[in-house]
């Protein structure tokens, strides 16, 4: 027993003495995180960050600069000869997606430069899920409704636009988007948290009928 407790409290004291190990290229996926484009090139230059690849993200440091919005980032990558064409920058995008089409809801302005730097052009398809998904966040429930979604609507896009939807407070855009995904179950499928809702007209939306019996029961 007390042979235990030794080795146990060595293990402890082991872990303790541990140094925090940091990441080679934390601030540079941190300085993209948060637009600090200043950084982004001093850690470039440095050797200490790769413009194609983050050490703990699955997503490319393009991708992540579109999906955070920082076209300046994006300029900086691009001087640092970021591969537009990697498979890796399709990560945190809906299935089909692509840098140019995701910079349309994202990073408008990033969508430019793209363009000049050659990046593949987005598809039909992703094109018109990304204006559903605008029209969702721009909480038109008239826009969600008259999208044109030929090769129908994948279960990515269709959970960024609910999410945006109820981000818009308006319920009429949330029975809009799940009647256009022709999914109903998609408040469940798109991991919407319901319990930290408080507006019964937002909840039936959602089709949470036993949400609305425990906010009326408080």
Not at 91 to 108: E, K, Q, V
Not at 179 to 188: K, Q
Request: glycine letters at 6%.
């Amino acid at each position: 027993m007390k042979r235990s407790m030794v080795l146990l409290l060595a293990a402890f004291t082991a872990a303790a003495e541990t140094p925090y190990i940091v990441q080679p290229d934390e601030a540079f996926q941190r300085a993209i995180d948060r637009g600090d484009a200043a950084t982004v090139r001093l850690e470039l230059k440095a050797g200490r960050g790769d413009a194609n690849r983050l050490h703990r993200y699955a997503n490319s440091p393009l991708s992540l600069a579109i999906l955070k919005g920082h076209p300046k980032v994006v300029a900086v990558l691009l001087e640092f000869k970021a591969d537009v064409a990697s498979e890796e920058n399709a990560a945190g995008f809906p299935d089909g997606w692509n840098l140019r089409c995701a910079a349309r809801l994202y990073s408008p302005e990033s969508e430019a430069l793209l363009t000049k730097a050659k990046a593949p052009a987005p598809t039909a398809a992703c094109l018109a899920e990304v204006q559903f998904v605008i029209a969702a966040k721009k909480g038109s429930e008239r826009d969600v409704r008259a999208a044109t979604l030929p090769e129908g609507l994948s279960l990515g896009a269709a959970t960024l636009a609910l999410h945006f939807a109820v981000a818009s407070k308006k319920p009429e855009v949330v029975t809009a988007v799940i009647e256009v995904s022709g999914n109903p179950r998609l408040p469940e499928h798109a991991h919407i948290r319901t319990y930290q809702i408080e507006d019964v007209a937002m909840l039936r939306a959602l089709g949470d009928e036993k949400a609305v019996e425990r906010l009326r029961g408080r």
